[in-house]
Nanobody, 126 residues
Framework: QVQLVESGGGMVQAGGSLTLSCAAS????????MAWFRQAPGKQRAVVAT????????YYADSVKGRFTISRDSAKNTMSLQMHNLKPEDTGVYSC???????????????????WGQGTQVTVSS
């Protein structure tokens, strides 16, 4: 079992910045991939960024490339998402997730991930 707790959400004007954090506890994260998903109002949850825990290899959705940076701190068992130049379309509930590598599923789909946090709201006003 892995417990995930997000923090750092809030309200910001367009062009502003926020940093989200996800604290993980429970089992080891070795061999895992962590991710941030976003669910905008009236839309399905979609991947924002992912990171391989062992080596930090990152993936970004096209919509956030160049604006968001995902990172992990192995010593603290935390993952962060730095978000810059935020846009109104970045509004949504951001959730962190953990999934086991090597399952054959696509890591950009929610089905890849077994553990989820409660989510934190990010609202970007125009």
């Amino acid at each position: 079992q892995v417990q995930l707790v997000e923090s750092g959400g809030g309200m910001v004007q367009a062009g502003g910045s926020l940093t989200l954090s996800c604290a993980a506890s429970g089992r080891t994260l070795s061999g895992q991939r962590m991710a941030w998903f976003r669910q905008a109002p009236g839309k399905q949850r979609a991947v924002v960024a992912t990171v391989v825990w062992s080596d930090g290899t990152a993936y970004y959705a096209d919509s956030v490339k160049g604006r968001f940076t995902i990172s992990r701190d192995s010593a603290k068992n935390t993952m962060s998402l730095q978000m810059h130049n935020l846009k109104p379309e970045d509004t949504g509930v951001y959730s962190c997730a953990v999934g086991q590598q090597g399952t054959g599923r696509s890591f950009i789909t929610s089905g890849y991930y077994s553990y989820w946090g409660q989510g934190t709201q990010v609202t970007v006003s125009s």
